[in-house]
Protein backbone atom coordinates (compact mmCIF):
# COMPACT_ATOMS: atom_id res chain seq x y z
CA UNK A 1 0.00 0.00 0.00
CA UNK A 2 1.16 3.51 -1.35
CA UNK A 3 -0.02 6.57 -0.68
CA UNK A 4 1.33 10.03 -2.03
CA UNK A 5 2.44 12.39 0.28
CA UNK A 6 1.22 16.32 0.72
CA UNK A 7 3.41 18.79 -0.81
CA UNK A 8 4.92 21.97 0.99
CA UNK A 9 4.66 24.11 -2.01
CA UNK A 10 1.77 23.19 -4.16
CA UNK A 11 0.44 26.40 -4.76
CA UNK A 12 3.70 28.49 -5.95
CA UNK A 13 6.42 27.07 -8.18
CA UNK A 14 9.57 28.35 -7.75
CA UNK A 15 12.07 27.91 -10.36
CA UNK A 16 16.03 28.46 -10.25
CA UNK A 17 17.69 31.34 -12.11
CA UNK A 18 18.91 30.65 -15.93
CA UNK A 19 22.64 30.04 -15.76
CA UNK A 20 25.25 28.42 -17.34
CA UNK A 21 26.85 27.28 -13.89
CA UNK A 22 25.52 23.99 -12.54
CA UNK A 23 24.95 22.15 -8.77
CA UNK A 24 23.78 18.80 -9.02
CA UNK A 25 24.17 17.57 -12.62
CA UNK A 26 28.12 18.54 -13.74
CA UNK A 27 31.33 18.37 -13.06
CA UNK A 28 33.90 21.05 -14.60
CA UNK A 29 36.92 20.03 -16.21
CA UNK A 30 39.27 22.45 -18.60
CA UNK A 31 37.55 20.70 -21.64
CA UNK A 32 33.95 21.51 -20.41
CA UNK A 33 31.50 19.85 -18.19
CA UNK A 34 31.14 15.81 -17.11
CA UNK A 35 27.31 14.93 -16.66
CA UNK A 36 26.52 13.38 -13.22
CA UNK A 37 25.25 10.40 -14.01
CA UNK A 38 23.45 9.25 -10.93
CA UNK A 39 22.84 10.49 -7.66
CA UNK A 40 21.33 7.70 -4.92
CA UNK A 41 20.46 9.08 -1.29
CA UNK A 42 19.21 6.78 1.52
CA UNK A 43 18.30 8.24 4.90
CA UNK A 44 17.68 6.68 7.88
CA UNK A 45 15.87 8.61 10.74
CA UNK A 46 15.84 7.48 14.42
CA UNK A 47 13.59 9.91 16.55
CA UNK A 48 15.47 13.66 15.89
CA UNK A 49 18.62 11.80 14.51
CA UNK A 50 20.09 10.76 11.22
CA UNK A 51 21.97 8.62 8.86
CA UNK A 52 22.00 9.60 5.25
CA UNK A 53 24.42 7.99 2.17
CA UNK A 54 24.69 9.60 -0.84
CA UNK A 55 26.22 7.88 -4.34
CA UNK A 56 26.76 9.81 -7.00
CA UNK A 57 28.76 8.78 -10.67
CA UNK A 58 30.35 10.23 -13.76
CA UNK A 59 32.67 9.09 -16.55
CA UNK A 60 35.38 10.32 -18.19
CA UNK A 61 33.71 10.53 -21.86
CA UNK A 62 37.66 12.54 -23.27
CA UNK A 63 39.92 10.81 -24.97
CA UNK A 64 43.13 11.85 -22.65
CA UNK A 65 43.31 11.93 -18.56
CA UNK A 66 41.65 15.09 -16.82
CA UNK A 67 41.38 16.85 -13.76
CA UNK A 68 37.62 16.92 -12.32
CA UNK A 69 36.11 19.51 -9.72
CA UNK A 70 32.93 18.74 -8.90
CA UNK A 71 30.84 21.05 -6.65
CA UNK A 72 27.96 20.14 -4.30
CA UNK A 73 25.60 20.90 -1.55
CA UNK A 74 25.12 18.82 2.18
CA UNK A 75 23.14 19.64 4.89
CA UNK A 76 24.18 22.38 7.03
CA UNK A 77 23.35 20.65 10.47
CA UNK A 78 25.33 17.05 8.89
CA UNK A 79 28.85 15.52 9.94
CA UNK A 80 30.85 13.71 7.09
CA UNK A 81 31.58 10.54 8.97
CA UNK A 82 33.07 8.66 6.07
CA UNK A 83 34.34 8.99 2.19
CA UNK A 84 34.74 6.35 -0.29
CA UNK A 85 35.96 6.84 -3.51
CA UNK A 86 35.92 4.07 -6.90
CA UNK A 87 37.59 4.72 -9.78
CA UNK A 88 37.22 1.79 -11.62
CA UNK A 89 37.97 -1.51 -9.91
CA UNK A 90 39.73 0.17 -7.42
CA UNK A 91 38.37 1.64 -4.01
CA UNK A 92 39.92 4.05 -1.95
CA UNK A 93 39.37 4.94 1.64
CA UNK A 94 39.30 8.60 2.91
CA UNK A 95 41.78 9.77 5.40
CA UNK A 96 41.61 13.10 6.88
CA UNK A 97 44.44 15.75 6.82
CA UNK A 98 45.20 19.18 7.11
CA UNK A 99 43.84 21.63 4.49
CA UNK A 100 47.34 22.60 4.06
CA UNK A 101 48.79 18.71 4.08
CA UNK A 102 45.53 17.81 1.74
CA UNK A 103 46.69 19.93 -1.08
CA UNK A 104 50.43 18.81 -1.07
CA UNK A 105 49.44 15.19 -1.17
CA UNK A 106 47.16 15.81 -3.77
CA UNK A 107 49.28 17.74 -5.67
CA UNK A 108 52.33 15.08 -5.21
CA UNK A 109 50.70 12.14 -6.09
CA UNK A 110 48.87 13.76 -9.61
CA UNK A 111 52.43 14.97 -10.42
CA UNK A 112 53.98 11.33 -10.06
CA UNK A 113 51.23 10.46 -12.44
CA UNK A 114 49.08 8.73 -9.87
CA UNK A 115 44.99 8.54 -9.55
CA UNK A 116 44.43 11.00 -6.37
CA UNK A 117 41.11 13.16 -5.53
CA UNK A 118 40.53 15.52 -2.57
CA UNK A 119 37.12 16.95 -0.91
CA UNK A 120 36.82 19.89 0.83
CA UNK A 121 34.72 22.38 2.09
CA UNK A 122 34.11 25.30 -0.18
CA UNK A 123 31.56 27.05 2.15
CA UNK A 124 29.24 27.12 5.31
CA UNK A 125 27.33 23.72 3.55
CA UNK A 126 28.82 23.31 0.03
CA UNK A 127 31.70 20.95 -0.81
CA UNK A 128 34.08 20.37 -3.69
CA UNK A 129 35.17 17.16 -4.98
CA UNK A 130 38.54 17.24 -7.03
CA UNK A 131 39.71 13.63 -8.68
CA UNK A 132 42.82 13.72 -10.82
CA UNK A 133 44.72 11.70 -13.76
CA UNK A 134 40.94 10.22 -14.32
CA UNK A 135 42.03 8.18 -17.15
CA UNK A 136 39.48 8.01 -20.22
CA UNK A 137 36.59 6.02 -20.27
CA UNK A 138 36.74 5.56 -16.55
CA UNK A 139 33.74 6.05 -13.74
CA UNK A 140 34.17 7.37 -10.91
CA UNK A 141 32.17 6.51 -7.74
CA UNK A 142 31.90 8.60 -4.81
CA UNK A 143 30.09 7.70 -1.34
CA UNK A 144 29.62 9.59 1.42
CA UNK A 145 28.14 9.00 4.87
CA UNK A 146 26.39 11.55 7.25
CA UNK A 147 25.35 11.65 10.61
CA UNK A 148 23.29 14.65 11.75
CA UNK A 149 20.41 16.19 13.92
CA UNK A 150 16.81 17.11 13.15
CA UNK A 151 15.93 20.71 13.60
CA UNK A 152 12.61 21.00 15.64
CA UNK A 153 10.70 23.73 16.67
CA UNK A 154 7.27 23.90 18.48
CA UNK A 155 6.94 19.99 17.87
CA UNK A 156 7.49 20.29 14.14
CA UNK A 157 10.95 18.35 13.25
CA UNK A 158 12.82 19.03 9.67
CA UNK A 159 14.42 16.88 7.76
CA UNK A 160 16.88 18.85 4.38
CA UNK A 161 18.52 17.48 2.01
CA UNK A 162 20.15 20.27 -0.46
CA UNK A 163 20.14 19.77 -4.08
CA UNK A 164 20.51 23.06 -5.44
CA UNK A 165 23.56 25.41 -4.94
CA UNK A 166 22.78 28.61 -5.87
CA UNK A 167 24.35 31.26 -7.09
CA UNK A 168 25.60 33.41 -4.80
CA UNK A 169 27.04 36.94 -4.81
CA UNK A 170 30.68 38.27 -4.91
CA UNK A 171 31.12 41.54 -3.56
CA UNK A 172 33.86 43.23 -5.86
CA UNK A 173 36.92 44.00 -3.97
CA UNK A 174 37.95 47.11 -4.65
CA UNK A 175 35.23 50.58 -4.02
CA UNK A 176 33.03 51.48 -6.68
CA UNK A 177 30.61 54.27 -7.40
CA UNK A 178 27.06 53.86 -6.39
CA UNK A 179 26.15 54.02 -9.90
CA UNK A 180 28.89 51.47 -11.20
CA UNK A 181 26.80 49.45 -8.34
CA UNK A 182 23.47 49.83 -9.42
CA UNK A 183 24.76 48.47 -12.57
CA UNK A 184 26.14 45.20 -11.09
CA UNK A 185 23.46 42.56 -11.16
CA UNK A 186 23.22 39.32 -9.35
CA UNK A 187 25.90 37.08 -10.25
CA UNK A 188 27.40 33.60 -9.44
CA UNK A 189 31.09 32.85 -10.34
CA UNK A 190 31.99 29.60 -12.18
CA UNK A 191 34.72 26.91 -9.60
CA UNK A 192 37.74 26.84 -11.71
CA UNK A 193 39.39 23.61 -12.17
CA UNK A 194 43.00 23.00 -11.52
CA UNK A 195 45.63 22.32 -14.60
CA UNK A 196 45.32 19.02 -16.60
CA UNK A 197 47.94 16.01 -15.52
CA UNK A 198 48.36 11.83 -16.37
CA UNK A 199 47.28 8.99 -14.11
CA UNK A 200 46.84 6.44 -7.17
CA UNK A 201 47.45 7.37 -3.74
CA UNK A 202 45.60 7.81 -1.24
CA UNK A 203 42.29 10.29 -0.98
CA UNK A 204 43.19 13.22 1.63
CA UNK A 205 39.88 15.34 2.41
CA UNK A 206 40.37 18.74 4.10
CA UNK A 207 39.19 20.75 6.17
CA UNK A 208 37.04 24.63 4.94
CA UNK A 209 38.22 26.65 2.41
CA UNK A 210 37.21 29.49 0.49
CA UNK A 211 36.39 29.85 -3.20
CA UNK A 212 34.02 31.07 -5.77
CA UNK A 213 30.54 29.78 -5.24
CA UNK A 214 28.67 28.23 -8.03
CA UNK A 215 24.74 27.75 -9.26
CA UNK A 216 22.38 26.02 -9.71
CA UNK A 217 20.79 23.12 -11.88
CA UNK A 218 18.64 24.50 -14.61
CA UNK A 219 14.59 23.74 -13.94
CA UNK A 220 12.36 22.68 -17.02
CA UNK A 221 9.51 24.24 -17.11
CA UNK A 222 7.00 21.51 -18.62
CA UNK A 223 8.29 19.16 -15.26
CA UNK A 224 10.38 16.96 -17.00
CA UNK A 225 13.78 15.39 -15.54
CA UNK A 226 16.54 17.93 -15.97
CA UNK A 227 18.40 17.19 -19.10
CA UNK A 228 22.38 19.19 -19.15
CA UNK A 229 22.37 20.98 -22.33
CA UNK A 230 24.30 19.11 -24.81
CA UNK A 231 24.03 15.55 -22.64
CA UNK A 232 21.80 12.97 -23.82
CA UNK A 233 20.05 11.90 -21.05
CA UNK A 234 18.75 13.06 -17.63
CA UNK A 235 20.49 12.47 -14.15
CA UNK A 236 19.39 9.41 -12.51
CA UNK A 237 17.80 10.29 -9.16
CA UNK A 238 16.72 8.23 -6.84
CA UNK A 239 16.10 9.47 -2.81
CA UNK A 240 14.66 7.35 -0.02
CA UNK A 241 13.69 8.34 4.10
CA UNK A 242 13.19 5.98 6.48
CA UNK A 243 11.73 7.07 9.46
CA UNK A 244 12.02 4.06 12.17
CA UNK A 245 9.59 4.32 14.91
CA UNK A 246 10.92 5.34 18.39
CA UNK A 247 9.07 6.36 21.68
CA UNK A 248 7.97 9.49 20.11
CA UNK A 249 4.81 10.19 18.25
CA UNK A 250 4.99 11.08 14.24
CA UNK A 251 2.38 11.75 12.21
CA UNK A 252 1.25 15.01 9.76
CA UNK A 253 3.90 13.74 7.05
CA UNK A 254 5.01 16.58 4.58
CA UNK A 255 7.04 16.76 1.75
CA UNK A 256 8.86 19.65 -0.42
CA UNK A 257 8.85 17.16 -3.33
CA UNK A 258 6.49 15.26 -4.97
CA UNK A 259 7.53 11.85 -2.59
CA UNK A 260 5.11 8.77 -2.10
CA UNK A 261 4.94 6.89 1.61
CA UNK A 262 5.09 3.09 1.68
CA UNK A 263 4.84 1.95 4.81
CA UNK A 264 6.51 -1.53 5.33
CA UNK A 265 6.43 -3.84 8.27
CA UNK A 266 7.38 -3.40 11.82
CA UNK A 267 5.90 0.39 11.33
CA UNK A 268 8.89 1.72 9.63
CA UNK A 269 7.72 4.68 6.80
CA UNK A 270 9.71 4.46 3.91
CA UNK A 271 9.35 7.46 1.60
CA UNK A 272 10.53 8.08 -2.13
CA UNK A 273 10.43 10.30 -4.46
CA UNK A 274 8.05 10.03 -7.86
CA UNK A 275 10.44 9.36 -10.60
CA UNK A 276 10.75 12.07 -12.97
CA UNK A 277 10.83 14.09 -10.12
CA UNK A 278 13.13 17.64 -11.47
CA UNK A 279 16.00 19.07 -9.36
CA UNK A 280 14.92 22.80 -8.90
CA UNK A 281 14.66 22.66 -5.11
CA UNK A 282 15.62 21.58 -1.94
CA UNK A 283 14.51 17.82 -0.19
CA UNK A 284 12.20 19.04 2.71
CA UNK A 285 10.31 16.05 5.05
CA UNK A 286 8.66 18.01 8.03
CA UNK A 287 6.54 16.28 10.38
CA UNK A 288 4.86 16.65 13.61
CA UNK A 289 6.62 14.29 16.57
CA UNK A 290 5.84 14.41 20.91
CA UNK A 291 3.26 15.98 22.20
CA UNK A 292 2.65 18.87 24.55
CA UNK A 293 3.74 17.05 27.86
CA UNK A 294 7.23 16.84 26.38
CA UNK A 295 9.63 17.67 29.15
CA UNK A 296 13.60 19.14 29.44
CA UNK A 297 15.95 16.23 29.44
CA UNK A 298 19.64 15.53 29.40
CA UNK A 299 21.41 13.15 27.59
CA UNK A 300 24.55 11.40 28.13
CA UNK A 301 26.41 9.26 25.69
CA UNK A 302 30.13 7.45 26.97
CA UNK A 303 32.46 7.27 23.72
CA UNK A 304 32.90 3.69 22.24
CA UNK A 305 37.16 4.08 22.75
CA UNK A 306 38.12 3.86 26.49
CA UNK A 307 38.85 7.29 26.34
CA UNK A 308 36.71 8.58 29.42
CA UNK A 309 34.79 10.82 27.68
CA UNK A 310 31.35 11.33 26.38
CA UNK A 311 29.10 13.39 24.69
CA UNK A 312 26.07 14.94 26.04
CA UNK A 313 22.77 17.10 24.65
CA UNK A 314 20.25 19.40 26.90
CA UNK A 315 17.25 20.15 25.52
CA UNK A 316 15.55 22.60 27.38
CA UNK A 317 11.63 23.64 26.92
CA UNK A 318 10.52 27.14 28.67
CA UNK A 319 6.79 26.68 30.39
CA UNK A 320 4.49 28.21 28.30
CA UNK A 321 3.04 29.89 31.93
CA UNK A 322 5.85 32.08 31.99
CA UNK A 323 4.96 35.31 31.33
CA UNK A 324 8.16 38.13 31.65
CA UNK A 325 7.40 41.94 31.27
CA UNK A 326 7.69 43.08 28.17
CA UNK A 327 10.90 45.29 27.75
CA UNK A 328 11.16 48.19 25.27
CA UNK A 329 12.69 47.38 21.96
CA UNK A 330 15.25 48.39 19.53
CA UNK A 331 14.85 47.01 16.19
CA UNK A 332 17.03 47.29 13.11
CA UNK A 333 15.34 45.25 10.19
CA UNK A 334 17.55 44.88 6.93
CA UNK A 335 15.71 43.85 3.59
CA UNK A 336 17.89 42.01 1.03
CA UNK A 337 16.55 43.25 -2.28
CA UNK A 338 19.07 42.12 -4.46
CA UNK A 339 18.27 40.45 -7.93
CA UNK A 340 18.17 36.85 -6.63
CA UNK A 341 14.80 37.91 -4.48
CA UNK A 342 12.63 39.10 -7.01
CA UNK A 343 9.10 37.35 -7.78
CA UNK A 344 7.58 35.41 -4.36
CA UNK A 345 10.69 36.02 -2.34
CA UNK A 346 10.68 39.73 -2.50
CA UNK A 347 6.26 40.13 -2.17
CA UNK A 348 7.28 37.17 0.86
CA UNK A 349 9.72 39.26 2.39
CA UNK A 350 7.83 42.56 2.78
CA UNK A 351 4.62 40.88 4.30
CA UNK A 352 7.42 39.73 6.84
CA UNK A 353 8.42 42.85 7.86
CA UNK A 354 5.14 44.92 7.49
CA UNK A 355 4.06 42.20 10.21
CA UNK A 356 7.14 43.17 12.47
CA UNK A 357 6.48 46.61 12.20
CA UNK A 358 2.77 46.48 13.01
CA UNK A 359 3.06 44.52 15.99
CA UNK A 360 5.63 47.18 17.61
CA UNK A 361 4.69 49.16 20.69
CA UNK A 362 4.88 52.82 21.02
CA UNK A 363 7.63 52.05 23.62
CA UNK A 364 9.93 51.06 20.38
CA UNK A 365 11.95 52.09 18.40
CA UNK A 366 13.31 50.97 14.94
CA UNK A 367 15.20 51.21 11.59
CA UNK A 368 14.76 49.93 8.10
CA UNK A 369 17.76 48.94 5.79
CA UNK A 370 16.64 47.80 2.18
CA UNK A 371 19.89 46.84 0.06
CA UNK A 372 21.39 45.62 -3.03
CA UNK A 373 24.83 47.39 -3.78
CA UNK A 374 23.80 50.19 -1.99
CA UNK A 375 21.67 50.76 1.11
CA UNK A 376 18.50 52.78 1.74
CA UNK A 377 16.29 53.57 4.52
CA UNK A 378 12.57 55.26 4.78
CA UNK A 379 12.86 58.95 3.07
CA UNK A 380 13.15 61.58 6.00
CA UNK A 381 14.33 58.96 8.87
CA UNK A 382 18.09 60.04 8.77
CA UNK A 383 20.48 57.96 10.56
CA UNK A 384 18.99 57.08 13.91
CA UNK A 385 16.42 54.73 15.31
CA UNK A 386 13.05 56.75 15.11
CA UNK A 387 10.30 55.87 17.91
CA UNK A 388 7.15 53.84 16.58
CA UNK A 389 4.20 56.39 16.21
CA UNK A 390 1.58 56.04 13.78
CA UNK A 391 3.26 58.60 11.48
CA UNK A 392 6.60 56.13 11.09
CA UNK A 393 4.51 53.05 11.01
CA UNK A 394 2.97 53.82 7.46
CA UNK A 395 5.96 55.77 6.38
CA UNK A 396 7.96 52.05 6.56
CA UNK A 397 4.86 50.45 5.37
CA UNK A 398 4.97 53.11 1.83
CA UNK A 399 8.83 52.78 1.76
CA UNK A 400 8.68 48.87 2.08
CA UNK A 401 5.52 48.72 -0.54
CA UNK A 402 7.71 50.06 -2.87
CA UNK A 403 10.92 47.87 -3.00
CA UNK A 404 11.77 45.97 -6.16
CA UNK A 405 14.42 43.41 -6.84
CA UNK A 406 17.53 44.46 -8.24
CA UNK A 407 21.22 44.53 -7.93
CA UNK A 408 24.03 42.30 -6.55
CA UNK A 409 24.12 41.64 -2.60
CA UNK A 410 26.75 43.66 -0.55
CA UNK A 411 25.67 42.53 2.65
CA UNK A 412 28.70 44.29 4.63
CA UNK A 413 27.01 47.64 4.36
CA UNK A 414 24.20 47.05 6.00
CA UNK A 415 25.33 44.40 8.53
CA UNK A 416 27.79 47.38 9.63
CA UNK A 417 25.42 50.35 9.75
CA UNK A 418 22.60 48.06 12.02
CA UNK A 419 25.42 47.06 14.76
CA UNK A 420 26.36 50.81 14.71
CA UNK A 421 22.85 51.64 15.54
CA UNK A 422 22.09 49.20 18.34
CA UNK A 423 25.54 49.46 19.90
CA UNK A 424 25.16 53.49 20.35
CA UNK A 425 21.41 52.30 21.79
CA UNK A 426 20.67 52.40 25.57
CA UNK A 427 21.94 48.38 26.56
CA UNK A 428 18.60 48.43 28.66
CA UNK A 429 16.84 47.80 26.24
CA UNK A 430 16.22 44.93 24.30
CA UNK A 431 18.57 45.34 20.83
CA UNK A 432 17.78 43.11 18.34
CA UNK A 433 18.97 42.40 14.38
CA UNK A 434 16.45 40.94 11.95
CA UNK A 435 18.01 40.10 8.29
CA UNK A 436 15.56 38.64 6.03
CA UNK A 437 17.50 37.43 2.85
CA UNK A 438 18.24 34.27 0.65
CA UNK A 439 21.75 34.41 1.68
CA UNK A 440 23.05 34.27 -1.71
CA UNK A 441 26.60 35.61 -0.90
CA UNK A 442 29.90 33.96 -1.89
CA UNK A 443 31.88 36.02 0.96
CA UNK A 444 29.81 34.78 3.77
CA UNK A 445 33.43 33.12 5.95
CA UNK A 446 34.72 36.92 5.76
CA UNK A 447 31.33 38.64 6.82
CA UNK A 448 31.36 36.26 10.09
CA UNK A 449 34.96 36.91 10.75
CA UNK A 450 34.69 40.75 10.70
CA UNK A 451 31.56 40.48 12.39
CA UNK A 452 32.57 37.95 15.72
CA UNK A 453 32.34 39.79 19.16
CA UNK A 454 30.68 43.14 17.61
CA UNK A 455 27.18 41.02 17.89
CA UNK A 456 28.02 40.43 21.82
CA UNK A 457 24.87 42.12 23.78
CA UNK A 458 22.70 42.00 20.37
CA UNK A 459 20.04 39.23 19.46
CA UNK A 460 20.65 38.18 15.76
CA UNK A 461 17.53 36.77 13.78
CA UNK A 462 17.73 35.74 10.02
CA UNK A 463 14.98 35.07 8.22
CA UNK A 464 15.74 33.08 4.76
CA UNK A 465 13.37 32.90 1.85
CA UNK A 466 14.16 30.50 -1.01
CA UNK A 467 14.05 26.89 -2.11
CA UNK A 468 17.29 26.42 -2.28
CA UNK A 469 18.54 28.97 1.02
CA UNK A 470 22.07 29.46 1.99
CA UNK A 471 20.93 27.80 5.70
CA UNK A 472 24.55 27.15 7.08
CA UNK A 473 25.34 30.95 6.66
CA UNK A 474 22.17 32.46 8.19
CA UNK A 475 22.78 29.57 11.16
CA UNK A 476 26.04 31.00 11.70
CA UNK A 477 25.05 34.79 12.08
CA UNK A 478 22.17 34.12 14.12
CA UNK A 479 24.33 31.85 16.10
CA UNK A 480 26.79 34.45 16.75
CA UNK A 481 23.83 36.69 18.16
CA UNK A 482 22.38 34.11 20.35
CA UNK A 483 19.07 34.06 17.93
CA UNK A 484 17.57 32.03 15.82
CA UNK A 485 16.86 30.91 11.79
CA UNK A 486 13.75 30.28 10.22
CA UNK A 487 13.74 29.00 6.55
CA UNK A 488 10.29 30.61 4.34
CA UNK A 489 9.90 27.79 0.78
CA UNK A 490 6.89 28.99 -0.55
CA UNK A 491 3.88 31.88 0.31
CA UNK A 492 2.25 29.15 1.89
CA UNK A 493 4.49 28.13 4.62
CA UNK A 494 4.89 32.09 5.20
CA UNK A 495 1.97 33.02 8.07
CA UNK A 496 3.33 29.95 10.44
CA UNK A 497 6.75 30.93 10.02
CA UNK A 498 5.54 34.60 10.69
CA UNK A 499 3.46 33.54 14.02
CA UNK A 500 7.15 31.74 15.34
CA UNK A 501 9.13 35.33 14.52
CA UNK A 502 6.66 37.49 16.56
CA UNK A 503 7.02 35.59 19.42
CA UNK A 504 11.02 35.58 19.38
CA UNK A 505 11.07 39.07 18.85
CA UNK A 506 9.13 39.56 21.93
CA UNK A 507 10.89 39.49 25.19
CA UNK A 508 12.15 35.96 25.99
CA UNK A 509 11.47 33.78 28.92
CA UNK A 510 15.20 32.93 30.18
CA UNK A 511 18.19 35.19 29.26
CA UNK A 512 21.75 35.69 29.67
CA UNK A 513 22.46 31.66 30.63
CA UNK A 514 25.42 30.02 31.65
CA UNK A 515 25.50 26.13 32.53
CA UNK A 516 27.52 24.15 35.11
CA UNK A 517 27.63 20.20 35.71
CA UNK A 518 26.47 18.75 38.98
CA UNK A 519 28.54 15.55 39.81
CA UNK A 520 29.36 16.11 35.91
CA UNK A 521 32.89 17.22 34.71
CA UNK A 522 32.10 19.88 31.36
CA UNK A 523 34.40 20.53 29.26
CA UNK A 524 33.79 24.30 28.23
CA UNK A 525 35.75 24.45 25.04
CA UNK A 526 33.36 21.95 23.28
CA UNK A 527 30.04 23.51 24.23
CA UNK A 528 28.11 24.82 21.10
CA UNK A 529 27.23 27.09 19.90
CA UNK A 530 29.69 28.72 22.26
CA UNK A 531 27.24 31.70 22.59
CA UNK A 532 24.08 30.25 24.50
CA UNK A 533 20.73 31.92 22.60
CA UNK A 534 18.18 32.96 24.86
CA UNK A 535 15.06 31.07 25.72
CA UNK A 536 11.90 31.45 24.47
CA UNK A 537 8.52 29.78 24.78
CA UNK A 538 7.03 27.40 22.17
CA UNK A 539 11.17 27.11 21.23
CA UNK A 540 13.26 24.23 22.16
CA UNK A 541 16.68 25.36 23.23
CA UNK A 542 19.25 22.77 22.59
CA UNK A 543 22.86 22.53 23.38
CA UNK A 544 25.59 20.36 23.11
CA UNK A 545 29.37 19.37 24.16
CA UNK A 546 31.49 17.36 26.08
CA UNK A 547 32.33 15.68 29.22
CA UNK A 548 35.31 13.36 31.24
CA UNK A 549 34.45 11.40 33.93
CA UNK A 550 31.64 9.02 34.80
CA UNK A 551 27.83 9.52 32.31
CA UNK A 552 26.18 10.22 35.77
CA UNK A 553 24.78 13.59 36.95
CA UNK A 554 23.26 17.29 36.16
CA UNK A 555 23.93 20.11 34.58
CA UNK A 556 22.49 23.72 36.17
Known sequence: ???????????????????????????????????????????????????????????????????????????????VTSFRLKVADRVIEAQLYSKAEAEQRYREAIQAGHRAAMTEQHKANVFALKVG?????????????????????????????????APRYEPAAEESSPQQDRRRRHSGTRTSSQRRSRTEPPLPPSPPTAVPSSASLPADDRGEPVYLPGQPSAVRLSLQVEVHPTHLPMREFRSSLHTVEETRQDN??????????????????????????????????PDADPSNQGTWVLTLLADPS?????????????????????GWKMSTSRRALARIVETLSTNDRLAILAFDNVVERPPG???????????????????????EARGGTDLAQPLNQAIRLLQAADPQRDRILFLVTDGQVGNEDALLAQLGERLRGLRVFTLGVDQAVNEGFLNRLAQLGGGYTEIVESEDRAEAVMERIHRRISTPALTDLSLSGVELHLLPEFTTPGRLADVFVGTPWTVLGRYEGPAQGAIR
Open 268 to 301: VRIFSLQPGERLDRDFILRFRVGTSAQTTTLLLQ
Open 1 to 79: MSQVLPTLTDTEQFHTPETNEAGYGTVATPMGPLPLQSLHVRTRIDGLMYRTTIEQSFANPHPQAIEATYLFPLPDRAA
Open 133 to 165: NLPPADRVQVELHLVGSLQLDEGEATYRFPLVV
Open 381 to 403: WGTELVPVNERHRSQAMRFLLQL
Open 322 to 342: VHMQEKPRDLVLILDRSGSMG
